[in-house]
């Protein structure tokens, strides 16, 4: 069956973007260095990988069935020109949604019809889940499964955090040391 799975580059001190993230600059002033561990972009992406472990872990992240995107991530990402990586893409959005960019984007009302949409596209695959608003969302409805962490060794001192509120019960269930970064596997436990 298919899991819920948050990937997210994140710093020792719990952001996730640099400050000043939005439209244009999505990673915020400084946060490009939390995406490091995955190497220099080249031309053919997302047929390009990171060596070595982290290159497992990317394999991993490019093997999902689908996605469910917060829709402000998904706006300061561009849309990823309405693909990421060829699978379906799920927003959940209380604004009016805009035109889908392409037959792989699909607007929906609420994180509960993205999640399970998303699952039911992705069939035996997992879910890739982006955006610390719909990750908290998700948590308190219970629907996030795991989160693949990526540890960078840098304190950016202020940005958007990932964990802003609730109480949320992990397990360790991986934990995969790279080159500049560490990858740390939790189950949701409660």
Known sequence: MAKSVLYMSMSLDGFITGADDGPGNGLGT???RL??????????????????LSGQVFAELMA????VVGRKTF??????????HGVPIFVPTRRTAPQPQSDWVHYVPDV????REAKAAAGDQDVLVHGA?????????????ELEIHLIPV?????RRLFDADRIELELTR???????????YRVVS
């Open 64 to 67: 999902t069935g689908a996605v």
């Open 30 to 32: 400084g946060g490009s």
């Open 112 to 115: 509960v019809t993205a999640m």
């Open 133 to 145: 608003g719909l990750a908290q969302s998700l948590l308190r409805e219970g629907l996030l499964d």
């Open 155 to 159: 304190v950016l001192g202020e940005g």
């Open 35 to 52: 995406h490091e561990w995955l190497g220099e972009p080249v031309a053919g992406y997302p047929h390009f990988a990171p060596p070595g």
């Open 75 to 84: 706006d300061y990402a561009g849309h990823w020109g309405g693909d990421h």
């Open 175 to 185: 934990v995969l040391n790279a080159p500049g970064v560490a990858h740390l596997r």
